[in-house]
T-cell receptor, first 115, second 113 residues
Framework: EAQVTQNPRYLITVTGKKLTVTCSQN?????MSWYRQDPGLGLRQIYYSMNVEVTDKGDVPEGYKVSRKEKRNFPLILESPSPNQTSLYFC??????????????FGAGSRLTVL | GQQVMQIPQYQHVQEGEDFTTYCNSSTTLSNIQWYKQRPGGHPVFLIQLVKSGEVKKQKRLTFQFGEAKKNSSLHITATQTTDVGTYFC?????????????FGQGTELSVKP
């Protein structure tokens, strides 16, 4: 089944304790992206990657890191989590088309709470 | 910066009533997409509009893309409880900034049986 898999789905952690949220897709998509969803703010892009070893900042990159060493994986790293990073996180992927019209496939989401 | 504004933020309707959500972009879009997120779920792609003035239908859902390609709407006729969820529009700026979609804030629809 074509899908985007995120882990963990739920996590409660404490301020300053490094964590990684993994994302993997099995559709050979070039494009991958991380979003956070907060009430009233919709989906805000954190980082995205157009292909292996190519990453770029989205709208709210502060406090996050990413890497794209393999096409299928795009982990999100919080080096020193803070309570304002408590949120629902989505990973998404898509093909990259010449028209730029990429239709996103989303993972199930990872709910992170930072105490 | 580039923005896509979506209204209303919330809409509560009685089952059988119609529902509309609107998106407006500060700049021209090359295309706009719509996604639906069920409660507790993840966004799922519904449709993409590309042409100026385009109208597409999916059963009771009607999607429109404005003539100037800066606004779009989703209209649901005779809502059902299965329509409950948050509807997002997502626009691709005309200058195609690496294929980066800009999401609206979403409209959360609740339907009272």
């Amino acid at each position: 089944e074509a899908q985007v898999t995120q882990n963990p789905r739920y996590l409660i952690t404490v301020t300053g304790k490094k964590l990684t949220v993994t994302c993997s897709q099995n559709m050979n998509h070039e494009y991958m992206s991380w979003y956070r969803q907060d009430p009233g703010l919709g989906l805000r892009q954190i980082y995205y990657s157009m292909n292996v070893e190519v990453t770029d900042k989205g709208d709210v990159p502060e406090g996050y890191k990413v890497s794209r060493k393999e096409k299928r994986n795009f982990p999100l790293i919080l080096e020193s989590p803070s309570p304002n990073q408590t949120s629902l996180y989505f990973c998404a992927s898509s093909l990259v088309r010449a028209s730029g019209a990429n239709v996103l496939t989303f993972g199930a989401g990872s709910r992170l709470t930072v105490l | 910066g580039q923005q896509v504004m979506q209204i209303p933020q919330y809409q509560h309707v009685q089952e059988g009533e119609d529902f509309t959500t609107y998106c407006n972009s500060s700049t021209t879009l090359s295309n706009i997409q719509w996604y639906k997120q069920r409660p507790g779920g993840h966004p799922v792609f519904l449709i993409q509009l590309v042409k100026s003035g385009e109208v597409k239908k999916q059963k009771r859902l009607t999607f429109q893309f404005g003539e100037a390609k800066k606004n779009s709407s989703l209209h649901i006729t005779a809502t059902q409880t299965t329509d409950v969820g948050t509807y997002f529009c997502a626009g691709l700026p005309n200058y195609n900034q690496g294929g980066k979609l800009i999401f609206g804030q979403g409209t959360e629809l609740s339907v009272k049986p």
